[in-house]
């Protein structure tokens, strides 16, 4: 079947304007994760959803940013007033929990280059 | 720091030679997995060790999991240049996502 799909694939903005992200995941995978990553470095954990709640938000790095997931499938991060460190590859994985609770192998998708210029 | 820390984190070695990535953590896990990483995009999910087992293969990977030392590690077995990449270890400790270490790079000569 399909896999998880990102889009924009690259996303070009100005300082201080909104942008939105969104991720479609595999279907009837529960879990869904976003990450951002930094040129050369590893991922760094943002936020993380259970069907459509979000047990784990540690990850967001201020108020500017934001996710919501909606139907148990699609979700969107929201960045408001973009700043440069915002410049990153945002990744979106989803997984599916075992019958005994446990968390599979994630997913990943391609990936929304976003650059704030 | 993160939870998992590779190491060494740039690796060159000749297609034909076998390549040793190793991962260390800090916490209890539930099982730890191994990604790569092509081109700073998507990663993809290589194989997955639980904190009972010791060790894994798959094709020319093999995983080991001593968990009295917090440590794992990838050997990749006859390298390819196919095979250059980013390798990330990842470790699920239940409470919340995967935790990343900051890769290794891999660079395969032909």
């Known amino acids: 079947g399909a896999g998880v799909s990102q889009s924009p694939s690259n996303k070009v903005t100005e300082k201080g304007k909104d942008v939105e992200l969104r991720c479609d995941p595999i279907?009837?995978?529960?879990?869904l994760y976003w990450y951002r990553q930094s040129l050369g470095q590893g991922l760094e954990f943002l936020i993380y959803?259970?069907?459509?709640?979000?047990?784990?938000k540690s990850g967001l790095p201020s108020d500017r940013f934001s996710a919501e997931r909606t139907g148990g499938s699609v979700s969107t991060l929201t960045i408001q007033r973009t700043q440069q460190e915002d410049s990153a590859v945002y990744l979106c994985?989803?997984?599916?929990?075992?019958?005994?609770?446990?968390?599979?192998?994630?997913?990943f998708g391609p990936g929304t280059r976003l650059t704030v210029t | 720091s993160q939870q998992g820390e590779e190491d060494p984190q740039a690796l060159s070695i000749q297609e034909g030679e076998n390549a040793t990535m190793n991962c260390s953590y800090k916490?209890?896990?539930?099982?730890l997995q191994w990604y790569r990483q092509n081109s700073g995009r998507g990663l993809v999910h290589l194989i997955l060790i639980r904190s009972n087992e010791r060790e894994k293969h798959s094709g020319r990977l093999r995983v080991t999991l001593d968990t009295s030392k917090k440590s794992s590690s990838l050997l990749i077995t006859a390298s390819r240049a196919a095979d250059t990449a980013s390798y990330f270890c990842a470790t699920d400790t239940g409470r919340r996502a995967l935790t990343f270490g900051s890769g290794t790079r891999l660079q395969v000569q032909p």
């Open positions: 959803f259970q069907g459509n709640s979000a047990p784990d």
């Open positions: 279907s009837g995978h529960t879990a």
């Open positions: 994985a989803s997984s599916y929990k075992t019958g005994n609770g446990l968390r599979t192998e994630q997913y």
């Open positions: 916490t209890s896990i539930n099982n």
